[in-house]
């Protein structure tokens, strides 16, 4: 009898590492099928340890039509189309925020999409340089744009204890997410 040992992905957070290393999953893809076709917008608040982050990649791998990783998932018979979706994944987990000058370093991930998307003149604010970035990759690729946001809260739990840096990070982060609203047509899917 062959036995076959598979990896509990303890600390694991990304599901394309989580698959290719054979580790434990317990199947939630008809749960992620239905969510992204019912509503395009979501807020999902969940507590620490939860699986936001591998939910978060997990969606980043469907929308980036990562068919190859989905096999032997009910996402495998569910998905007909494997459209492969302009994605903007921002995780505000990789810095601690106790200035606002470190939120503003990692909001400039921009600068990679805007390689690939261009920068306008004018686009001088985060809000802006988004907006652009979304409307852009809409008529570039023909396709409905994802945005993936993962860890929002960080910057303000990290700046809980200065109500000075707080207040400035809460006004970059209101200029950063502001476009949102009014790129709906542009959007396939927001969480």
Same mark, same amino acid.
């Given at each position: 009898?062959?036995?076959?040992?598979r990896r509990y992905p303890?600390?694991?957070?990304?599901?394309?590492?989580?698959?290719?290393n054979d580790c434990v999953?317990?199947?939630?893809?008809?749960?992620?099928?239905?969510?992204?076709?019912?509503?395009? =917008?979501?807020?999902?608040?969940?507590?620490?340890?939860? !699986?936001?982050? $591998? $939910?978060?990649?997990?969606?980043?791998?469907?929308?980036? !039509?990562?068919?190859?990783?989905?096999?032997? @998932?009910?996402?495998?018979?569910?998905?007909?189309?494997?459209? =492969?979706?302009? =994605?903007?994944?921002?995780?505000?987990?990789?810095?601690?925020?106790?200035?606002?000058?470190?939120?503003?370093? +990692?909001?400039?991930? &921009?600068?990679?999409?805007?390689?690939?998307?261009?920068?306008?003149?004018?686009?001088?604010?985060?809000?802006?340089r988004f907006e652009g970035?979304?409307?852009?990759?809409?008529?570039?690729?023909?396709?409905? +744009? =994802?945005? $993936?946001?993962?860890? *929002?809260?960080?910057?303000? $739990?990290?700046?809980?204890?200065?109500?000075? +840096?707080?207040?400035?990070?809460?006004?970059?982060?209101?200029?950063?997410?502001?476009? &949102?609203?009014?790129? !709906?047509? *542009? @959007?396939?899917?927001?969480?």
């Amino acid at each position: 009898m062959e036995e076959n040992f598979r990896r509990y992905p303890i600390g694991i957070q990304n599901f394309e590492d989580l698959r290719n290393n054979d580790c434990v999953y317990v199947d939630k893809t008809e749960l992620i099928y239905r969510l992204t076709h019912t509503n395009k =917008v979501y807020f999902l608040s969940r507590p620490r340890r939860f !699986g936001k982050s $591998l $939910l978060v990649s997990t969606l980043e791998a469907y929308f980036l !039509g990562k068919k190859e990783l989905f096999q032997g @998932l009910a996402m495998e018979t569910l998905e007909k189309d494997w459209t =492969v979706y302009p =994605v903007l994944h921002f995780d505000f987990s990789v810095s601690k925020y106790i200035t606002a000058d470190m939120l503003s370093a +990692v909001i400039n991930q &921009l600068l990679l999409w805007e390689k690939i998307y261009q920068r306008e003149e004018g686009e001088t604010t985060f809000s802006l340089r988004f907006e652009g970035i979304i409307r852009r990759a809409y008529k570039q690729t023909g396709k409905q +744009v =994802v945005v $993936l946001i993962d860890e *929002y809260d960080s910057p303000m $739990l990290d700046s809980n204890h200065n109500d000075e +840096v707080q207040k400035e990070i809460r006004n970059i982060m209101r200029d950063f997410f502001s476009p &949102l609203k009014a790129q !709906g047509q *542009y @959007l396939r899917f927001l969480l």
